[in-house]
Each structure stands twice: as structure tokens, then as C-alpha cells.
């Protein structure tokens, strides 16, 4: 029989329903104690999206209060909005992945494969199967040429890749292994000892960082052409492109700057598109470290010159405001972009009539972006006209002047030497591809054009009716 007196703390006539009670409480308690979903702290740290799981640490802003299952998929439609937005991938489309073994690479191969696995599914599911499926290739450039890396490093490097790659399938991944100096030489030897010597013109440890940059598009624009991809995509993120801002705008790179900002760049042969543009790299290692995805860093940014002393400014500024990188990205966003960053209008008919419509909707009009008609033979970066207007005669391009006069100003004084003769010995190492730039660029164009309509030209000694 209990006592029923308030007064008692003995507890040794307590009834069941008290004992209830009382367990209850302990274990709302225990909960609370270790952040469990009853207690004061526990609604902070539910997951924003979802309300039901904990949230993750180490997100940054909103999305450290994601749980890991919502943190991917808010990732995941970051990746699938820029695709679909800017129609970077169609089914028709063979896409090359640049894969350099980091976070960012190594997530943008996984959501490509993903896309590509649901495409699959779609168009083995139709009845029809008028819809392809979009196909994908990875590239490697090795660069331990002119990086000092243990040749048994690479190998294994390379060979962890090809893991990779092999396991990113149904559907099968093409993998391309190319060295650097293939760019400069069809010879390996040759090719390793031309490249060597073409570094060593550029004094200034920012220019080599810059032209080794150079040399490794202009090795994935070989690779693309050469295999018969129209697209290559790029691991580029929030991080590396706010990082490219302040460096590029320290360097007198200005003028340039909006067309490597953008999604879309199709300056060159083989359309770039960018579609990790609006996340961070701190998301991107999260994400490699919640899924597994394995990397592999076996070349990493020296730092020597202005790339790696920007690198370090910015993690600072990271590390005092969260949202520094995503503020200095959208401030360099309303800069006006350039006419060659966007996809042309697309006419295939097997292409959804939404993509089209959305990417027609989304095309920049004439006075929404600026056109150029000059390009830096090295960088391929547009030059202002009035920084060219001197190159009348295309046949004067050999001339080291010229070359130089050719050249934007952060190539002019970090990659270029200061004599003409180093100039010289620096074009007679260039590779092909920078070589035929400078004889037919911009201005080889517009002689081209002349000669074709030269017969409807009026001469200096005749008059206008």
C-alpha cells in the first residue's frame, strides 16, 4: 500500500503508474542530455530540410544544417540546375569530364555518371527510344614532366583512376591518359624536352603557373577534338573561381575576366562548361567524405606565385565569413559577359522542347553581353580591339613586336621574356596549337574575309556612286 504523502522520499510504496512516470522523465532527460530530439538544442540541430534527421557538421550556412541525405540532394540539384539551365548536356551530346583526382573532379564524375545512369534507365524503359543516351569520357592530363612526383606515385595514381573510372559503369567510361608534353611533340622524349625548355624562357614563377594552365586546356582541347567529344567538363567550383576573380583582377586580367566566370564557355573548339560553378569546395570534400567517393591528389598547387598567395587570402577570408567566396562570385557575376558564353541555339529535334525553349529563353541578347573579335594567342583570352588595332597585316605575326602586341597584358608581363631574341626562341617552342592561333586568329579571319568579298570592294581611286 503507498503512502501518498508528497513528504516521503523513500520511494519504497511507489505504484506503477508513479514508476511510469518517473522513467519517463530520466529518459526525456538522457535525451536531452545527449542532443536528442526532445531537448532545447535538439530542434538547432535538425535538419533544416527534411526536420527529422540530425544535421551534419562542418556545412557551411544553411547547409550545415542539412542532414547527409538532404546535404547531397541539395548538391545533386546545384549540379543538375546549371546542367539543365544552361543546356550543357544534351542526349546527343559526348561529354569529357576533366578528371584531375580532387574533391571537385571527382564529384562532378560521380553526378555525370549519375545523370548518365537515370538516361539509361529512361531510354531503356521507352518504348520508342528516340531519346539517346549522352555519352562520357574521362581525361587524366599527367604533368609529372615538369612536376617532380616518384614514378611509382603516378603509376599508382594512374592506376586508381582507372578503378575509378571502371567502377563509374553501366554505361562504360572511356578513360584517356595523356602526358603534357604531348602537346608540344608526337614524341614523348622530344615532346618532355621542349616543354622543359619553353618553362624555362618564363622567368616569373606566376607565368609558369599560368602557362602550364594554358597548356593543360590546350592538351584537353586535343583530347576532346582528337576522340570526338563537344563538350568538356570542368570540375571548376565557387572556391577556385573566386580565388581566379582576385588573381586575375591583380594580374590586369579585367577585360577577360567575365568570359571564365561564366557556365558556359565556347571560345574555344570543344565547348567548357562549368557546372559545379555555385558550390563550394568545402561541400565538395564534405560530400567525397559522406559517400566514399575516393580521391586522388598527386599534383597539387605549389603556391609560389600570385595564384598561391591569392589561394591563401582567400581560405582566410573563408575562415572569418562563410560566405565570402559565394559573395565575391556573385559580385564578379554582374559583370557583363561576352557573346561566346552560351551554347548556340540548339535544332536537334531529339532534344526536349523544354531544354530548347529554356535555353532560348535564357540566351543573351546583343545588349547583354560584349563581342570580341581578338584573342590572346597564348590564353586564348579576348583582348580589347584597341589593344590590337596595330595588326594589320596578318603576314607580320612572326615578328616578336608583333607577337607581343598580340598578347593580353598579364601575358605580355608574366609569360613573355623582356629581349626580342627570347621571344623568338620562346615562338619557336610554342606549341602548335598557340602557333596556329597567332597566325590564324582573329585578324587571319578578318584578311580571309577580305579576300572573299575583295571583288566588291571599292579601291582607294574610285569614287562612291
Known amino acids: 500500500m503507498a503512502c501518498n504523502s508528497s513528504a516521503c522520499q523513500s520511494g519504497c510504496y511507489r505504484n506503477e503508474e508513479q514508476e511510469e512516470v518517473a522513467e519517463q522523465q530520466e529518459q526525456t532527460q538522457d535525451l536531452t542530455s545527449r ?15 527534411c526536420k527529422t534527421n540530425v544535421s551534419i557538421c562542418g556545412g557551411i550556412g544553411d547547409d550545415g544544417r542539412f542532414c547527409g541525405d538532404c546535404f547531397r540532394s541539395n548538391l545533386y540539384g546545384k549540379f543538375k540546375h546549371a546542367v539543365s539551365s544552361n543546356a550543357m548536356i544534351t542526349p546527343s551530346d559526348k561529354v569529357l569530364v576533366a578528371f584531375s583526382g580532387g574533391a571537385s573532379s571527382r564529384v562532378a564524375l560521380q553526378f555525370v555518371h549519375e545523370m548518365q545512369q537515370k538516361a539509361q534507365k529512361n531510354y ?39 578503378l575509378i573510372v571502371s567502377n563509374a559503369a553501366p554505361p562504360a567510361k572511356e578513360l584517356h591518359v595523356v602526358p603534357i608534353q604531348n602537346i608540344c611533340s608526337s614524341d ?39 576522340n570526338g567529344y563537344n563538350r568538356i567538363l570542368l570540375g571548376t567550383c565557387t572556391s577556385r573561381i573566386a580565388c581566379h576573380v582576385i588573381s586575375a583582377t591583380v594580374k590586369g586580367e579585367g577585360y577577360s575576366l567575365p568570359a571564365d566566370i561564366q557556365y558556359v564557355d565556347c571560345r574555344w573548339k570543344v565547348p567548357i562548361v562549368l557546372p559545379l560553378r555555385d558550390c563550394l569546395a568545402q561541400e565538395l570534400n564534405i560530400l567525397c567524405h559522406l559517400d566514399g567517393l575516393k580521391i586522388v591528389e598527386l599534383f597539387k598547387d605549389s603556391g609560389s606565385g600570385i595564384n598561391g598567395l591569392v589561394s591563401s587570402f582567400v581560405k582566410l577570408l573563408q575562415e572569418e565569413n562563410p560566405s565570402r567566396e559565394c559573395t565575391i562570385v556573385r559580385t564578379a557575376g554582374k559583370l557583363i559577359p561576352f557573346h561566346f558564353n552560351r551554347i548556340p541555339e540548339i ?57 607581343s602586341a598580340s598578347c593580353c597584358s598579364s601575358c605580355r608581363f608574366q609569360i613573355l621574356p623582356k629581349d626580342d631574341s627570347s621571344i623568338e626562341h620562346l615562338l619557336s617552342l610554342l606549341p602548335q596549337p598557340m602557333v596556329a592561333r597567332v597566325g590564324y586568329g582573329s585578324i587571319g579571319d578578318v584578311s580571309s574575309l577580305r579576300d572573299q568579298i575583295q571583288d566588291c570592294l571599292l579601291s582607294d581611286g574610285e569614287d562612291e556612286l
Do not use: W, Y
Open 35 to 49: 542532443g536528442g530530439v526532445n531537448g532545447s538544442n535538439s530542434h538547432q540541430n535538425l535538419c533544416m530540410k
Open 124 to 162: 531503356e524503359a521507352s518504348k520508342d527510344r528516340s531519346l539517346p543516351v549522352f555519352r562520357v569520357g574521362v581525361a587524366f592530363i599527367d604533368e609529372s614532366a615538369v612536376i617532380s612526383v616518384p614514378s611509382q606515385e603516378v603509376e599508382n595514381a594512374i592506376e586508381e583512376i582507372r
Open 188 to 226: 614523348s622524349i622530344d615532346g618532355k624536352i621542349r616543354l622543359e625548355n619553353l618553362l624555362d624562357t618564363v622567368s616569373d614563377a606566376t607565368g609558369k603557373e599560368d602557362l602550364l594552365i594554358h597548356l593543360r586546356m590546350l592538351s584537353l582541347q586535343k583530347v576532346a577534338s582528337d
Open 347 to 403: 535544332k536537334d529535334s531529339r532534344v526536349p522542347l523544354a531544354t530548347r525553349r529554356r535555353q532560348k529563353r535564357l540566351d543573351l541578347k546583343p545588349n547583354e553581353s560584349i563581342s570580341s573579335e581578338s584573342f590572346c594567342p597564348i590564353c586564348n583570352s579576348p583582348v580589347k580591339k584597341s589593344d590590337s588595332s596595330n595588326l594589320k597585316n596578318p603576314e607580320s605575326f612572326q615578328n616578336s613586336h608583333t607577337f
